[in-house]
């Protein structure tokens, strides 16, 4: 739903992260709310996505721009690339497009090299297994040799930028517990032997680049999600924050401010979510922000722009 596409530490500063599109319990949005670190103010851009949309995905190069991928328009998956150049906050369209129109993938991205669009489901109901990978700075599309262990929608997207990206949980016949990572430059997968608490759909993600990364909510066999799992790269093992979100809640989306903190938007817990949740590195605390998005929303995406090397 993420996600970062971090930088590490070293990190010039963060600028901020943005939350695009989504469901509101009537329409679908085509709005996009910015969160300018550290202030951690909200404001809303005048760009917007090419069209209103709910279950898009999010991944960006930092410092350069954010891209916003697939999603369903209310009669149609889509397949377009929305791409939103920093700092101006211009939005074009990418002549690219993704494999096959779809909704509920997940991003995540190398930033500076390249992002990459996983799963979700196309025409049909059909769900996907392949990892299509956007070519940074043209914006080129390929299509990975690699594919998720099985097809699968609604996982969550997070990267190690310069390292490796990692798709967790999700749903094929069942719900996953399982996390494919996916290791720069070669992009080969393999499958970790650390798995989430729990088996998962409708997660989001975000990472701390070149510390951890975070899986957050989602809904798993019994109930919606507060909890949050910290994947600590190199060893990638798994342990459980326990700081929790202030809602358990499902089809979220996460951004992060690499160095700093991460954030978890939006969802669903028993209505509508418009409160942002942030997780402040590295004691992993969770406040609240005052700020929150336009509308309550759930089925939205997040990147940010965590600055440049």
């Known amino acids: ?7 590490g530490a070293a990190a010039a500063g963060g600028v901020a992260g943005y939350f695009g599109g989504g469901f509101d319990g009537t329409n679908n ?27 898009p995905a999010g991944m960006a190069d930092s410092g350069v721009a954010g891209y916003f991928g697939g999603g369903f328009d209310g009669t149609n998956n889509l397949s377009g690339i929305d791409k939103i150049t920093f700092p101006a906050d211009t939005k074009s369209t990418l002549l690219a497009t993704l494999t096959s129109a ?15 669009f996983g799963g979700g489901i ?32 609604e996982t969550a997207g997070m990267a190690d930028s310069g390292v490796a990206g990692y798709f967790g949980g999700g749903i094929d016949v069942a719900r996953i517990s399982g996390i494919d990572k996916i290791t720069f430059p070669a992009d080969t997968k393999s499958t970790l ?5 729990s088996a998962r759909n409708v997660a989001a993600g975000m990472a701390d680049s070149g510390v951890a990364g975070y899986i957050g909510g989602g809904q798993d066999a019994s109930a919606r999600i ?6 600590t790269f190199p060893a990638d093992t798994k ?30 817990d028993t209505a509508s979510i418009s409160g942002i949740d942030k997780i ?30």
């Open 193 to 197: 032997a650390a798995t989430l608490t």
């Open 122 to 153: 196309a025409a049909g109901d059909v769900e996907l297994s392949g990892i299509d990978k956007i070519t940074f700075p043209a914006d080129t599309k390929s299509t990975l040799a690699a594919t998720l262990t099985s097809a699968r929608s």
């Open 239 to 268: 342990s459980t924050l326990s700081a929790t979100l202030s809602s358990a809640r499902r089809e979220l989306a996460g951004m992060a401010d690499s160095g700093v903190a991460g954030y978890f938007g939006g969802g669903l």
């Open 280 to 309: 402040t590195f590295p004691a992993d605390t969770k406040s609240t922000l005052v700020a929150t998005l336009s509308s309550a929303r759930r089925t939205l995406a997040g990147m940010a722009d965590s600055g440049v090397l």
């Open 226 to 231: 507060s909890g949050i799992d910290k994947i």
């Open 29 to 55: 949005l085509s709005g996009i709310d910015k969160i300018t670190f550290p202030a951690d103010t909200k404001s809303t851009l005048s760009a917007t996505l090419t069209s209103a949309r709910r279950e």
């Open 1 to 7: 739903m993420q996600i970062l596409a971090g930088v």
């Open 102 to 116: 779809r909704k509920r993938a997940a991003g995540m991205a190398d930033s500076g090299v390249a992002g990459y």
